[in-house]
């Protein structure tokens, strides 16, 4: 390292980049599968806790329920429905991403994730050549290293 030249250590977001496989489809269907199973989980449980919630109230009060209970059940099902919705758009989306998937073709690259790296530069470099590298990986390996490093 030459001591005459100054340099300065900064950082940059690298883009991952994966090359669809049948090993790689397979993973990403299974995790948005996985995805999809644990917010029907989430939306079962949550009609449970609002049903629960509901007869809870009921039990506390007269019969028929007075004002004050009607809105306290009123406002449980409105945030068991807030969630719910929630929850649904949720599933949607990773139905969506599932269907995407499945459509990909073998060999494409398609953006996995971003992360962080550091890199030097120093006077005469060219910062934005610098900043654009992205990783490419086939089955998590990598496979090539693109840009200016």
């Known amino acids: 390292m030459d001591v005459s030249k100054p340099q300065l250590l900064l950082k940059r977001v690298v ?3 994966a090359i669809v496989t049948p090993l790689w489809k ?3 269907q299974q995790q948005l599968q996985a995805q999809i199973n644990q917010i029907d989980q989430q939306l ?3 009609d449970i806790q609002g049903q629960r919630a509901v007869a809870e109230v009921q ?3 007269l019969q028929p329920p007075g004002p004050q ?3 306290q059940i009123e406002s449980i099902q409105y945030q068991v429905n807030q969630k ?3 929850l649904l ?3 949607n989306q990773s139905l969506q991403n599932l269907q995407q998937v499945q459509l990909l073709e073998l060999d494409q690259e398609v953006n996995q994730f971003q992360m962080e790296g550091f890199f030097r530069v120093e006077p005469g470099d060219n910062l934005i050549s610098k900043m654009q590298v992205e990783v490419v990986l086939r089955d998590g390996v990598v496979e090539e290293i693109r840009g200016d490093v």
């Open 15 to 17: 883009n991952i980049k």
């Open 26 to 28: 397979e993973e990403v």
């Open 44 to 46: 079962q449980q949550l």
């Open 59 to 61: 039990k506390q009060n």
């Open 69 to 71: 209970a009607l809105q």
């Open 84 to 86: 719910k919705s929630e």
């Open 89 to 91: 758009e949720q599933k």
